[in-house]
């Protein structure tokens, strides 16, 4: 991360001509003047007409809210004093593009302590942290220890420096954050000093570097964060500057529409084109296949990464270190490789979770009593974090049991070809851990919990202890379309200024008759002029074709797949395997019901020609991820 950070300030260095040349524009300033003593600070600034201060819970005049004082300041006669229980936020408008310095003066009284922190994303408890600092205290990530003279700073990974804190005299911050190239530093001056940097990071970390969750500037929070005896202090002199002109993304691709056309079926292609950053900030990209609807049916599959079939192994986990409540959200992530060749264009219909009887509570169920179990389905974003809430049901707790609890959906999603979430978030009991796990190895995307009520979702695969997968799942009801002929390498990045990258477009006939088959290919971006580009995609096969298909329903799952994975079906033969050149790898024989293969190839993307008694053939699609 170093060596990157190296890099983007040496581009900074050779675009300094240019960003010096910009004039700096101040958004706002605000030294107290204006407010009246002994008020509340965010209250008298709306009074005031202005929109930059609330507080955590969005309730200006509250005891949340800071009073403005007379008894400090670092120039003139008014500052904004803090005391433990306050909560003030600063708001910056939730920038994503440009360049900012956000500057202030704290002043902490002898032997008190303060904090500070940026965010990505606010929305009280469901905020991102994209910085924290502690003053008059270290603080590992978790404790915090009184430290005279000193304080730390998480910025991109967790105690990234020390920071020096005096008391009773103005010590000055300068926040520079560079969203357009993913840079932000942190300044500080001391009375009578020069300034120093006491670190840079990279920007779109969350503030202990665990997850890329994204460039916005959103607020800031003043808070004096350990008891009535020991936090205070006072704030003043707050300026927010654009030091660089209007800047934005401008995302170009190089196709419009991609047409292909087979001689014959059992044959494959890649189509290359390019997608571009033509602008002068980041841009960022997630794409997908559209394949549409399938018909409706009673035909049901459920989904999920834990073994159904096995012997269930259920581990309770304690998603914190304090015996609190807590409110818990977990689950897991399905992309569309995952589910794309069983129930493309299929209805989320069901969802259902595992309630484990956690530490020590018997029969009862370990969740605060009257808090529901509330069941959620998520559309994609970047990050590898939840978008769009698609749907939501909540169980309430009177329905409540130990075990498996289901719900059905008011209004089914159809799963087109985005990743999709499915979660679960209960209120913790004090002392009881009902999040539950298989005890597998944990599909990477099987694993996901987070705490407070929202924010980013941590994984638990990647931690040294997994615990295995979420027992979460769905149930898809409907007729899926096919989706095996057609698949996007990458399908999430970012473009540097002036960046290109070439994209390939996976096409192939393997058990196409003939016809034409379309779709839609589809990329969300955060040019705001070009949000959302579809591309169209059209499959034409001609000539002789393959065999009819299987007449009865087949499933290969899961998919992706270890090597390991899944044959359902009714009077089945045999099965082909063949990579993807077309080279046939492995021939299998089948029985009916569930077949268990173990196929010892490498990474990559498989077909698997499935062939019933009778002769009729079904083309699978399965990619292969050790």
């Known amino acids: 991360m170093k060596k990157n950070l190296l890099l ?29 003593a002994g008020n509340f600070v965010a209250s008298e600034s709306n009074s005031a007409g202005h929109t930059w201060w609330t507080t955590w819970s969005n309730a200006p005049g509250s005891a949340e809210d800071a009073l403005v004082a007379d008894n400090y300041a670092s120039d003139g006669n008014k500052s904004a004093h803090l005391t433990y229980g306050d909560d003030l936020v600063l708001l910056l408008n939730d920038e994503q593009n440009g360049i900012y310095d956000i500057e202030f003066d704290i002043l902490v009284p002898q032997g008190k302590n303060g904090y500070f922190n940026i965010l990505h994303n606010f929305a009280g408890g469901n905020s991102t942290w994209a910085m924290q600092c ?12 009184s430290a005279p003279g000193h304080g730390t700073i998480h910025a991109g990974g967790n105690a990234v420096a020390d920071v020096p804190c005096v ?16 840079l932000a530093q942190y300044y500080y001056t001391l009375p009578d000093e ?61 196709v419009e529409s991609i047409e292909k ?11 290359d084109f390019t997608i571009s950053n033509e602008g002068s900030s980041i841009a ?20 999920g ?52 009887a956690g530490q020590d509570s018997g029969e009862d169920i370990p969740f605060v009593a009257n808090t529901p179990l509330t069941f959620r389905i998520y559309g994609p974003a970047l990050y590898n974090q939840p978008g769009e809430l698609l749907a939501e049901k909540e169980l309430p707790y009177s329905q409540l049991s130990l075990g498996w ?79 095996t002929w057609a698949s996007l390498e990458t399908t999430e990045g970012s473009l540097l200024i002036d960046q290109t990258d070439v994209m390939l477009l996976s096409l192939n006939s393997v058990g196409l008759a003939d016809g034409t088959y379309t779709a839609d290919m589809i990329f969300e971006t955060n040019d705001p002029d070009n949000a959302e580009v579809v591309i169209p995609i059209t499959v034409t096969v001609g000539g002789q074709g393959v065999i009819e298909s299987v007449k009865s329903e087949v499933n290969v799952y899961p998919n992706p797949a270890n090597g390991n994975f899944n044959i359902t079906g009714i009077n089945l033969s045999h099965a082909t395997v063949y990579n993807a050149v077309g080279q046939m790898v492995e021939d299998i024989t089948l029985r009916n019901g569930v077949n268990n293969i173990n196929l010892n190839v490498e990474s990559g993307v498989y077909f698997i020609s499935i062939f019933d008694n009778e002769g009729n053939n079904s083309v699978q699609r399965l990619v292969i991820n050790k």
């Open 134 to 145: 502690y003053l008059h205290q270290t603080n590992d990530g978790q404790n915090s220890t």
């Open 405 to 483: 609890n289901e719900v059905t959906f008011d209004t089914p999603v159809v799963i087109r070809g985005f990743n999709f979430w499915v979660t679960a978030e209960f209120q913790q009991k004090d002392g009881y851990y009902p999040l539950t796990f298989d005890g597998a190895t944990p599909n990477q995307n099987g694993a996901y919990y987070r705490t407070k009520g929202g924010g980013n979702f941590s994984n638990n695969a990647n931690t040294d202890d997994p615990y295995g997968n979420v027992l979460i799942g769905v149930t898809c009801q409907g007729n899926p379309v096919l989706a």
């Open 194 to 254: 020069e300034e120093q940097m006491a670190c840079e990071w990279q920007w779109d970390l969350d503030s202990f570097g665990e997850n890329t969750v994204g460039r916005k500037l959103a607020a800031i929070d003043f808070y004096p964060p350990q008891n009535a005896a020991t936090s205070e202090y006072y704030l003043d002199n707050i300026s927010y500057t654009k030091t660089s002109g209007d800047t934005a993304p401008v995302v170009a691709f190089s």
């Open 167 to 182: 008391y009773d005299g103005w010590m000055h911050f300068r926040l520079h954050v560079d969203t357009d190239h993913n």
């Open 8 to 36: 983007l300030a040496a581009a900074l260095l050779l675009i300094g001509g240019n960003l010096a040349a910009q004039e700096p524009d101040v958004l706002f300033t605000d030294s107290f003047e204006e407010y009246t």
């Open 305 to 356: 990464y834990f073994d159904e079939n096995g012997e269930l192994s259920v581990v309770s986990f304690n998603v914190d270190s304090l015996e609190t409540s807590i409110i818990v959200e977990a689950g897991a992530m399905y992309p569309a490789s995952y589910y794309g060749g069983a129930i493309m264009g299929t209805k989320v219909t069901k969802a259902k979770f595992y309630i484990g």
């Open 284 to 303: 960022d990209y997630m794409g997908y296949i559209d394949f549409g609807e399938g018909t409706t049916s009673s035909a049901t599959q459920d989904l």
């Open 261 to 271: 056309h087979f001689d014959a079926a059992n044959d494959m292609d890649v189509i």
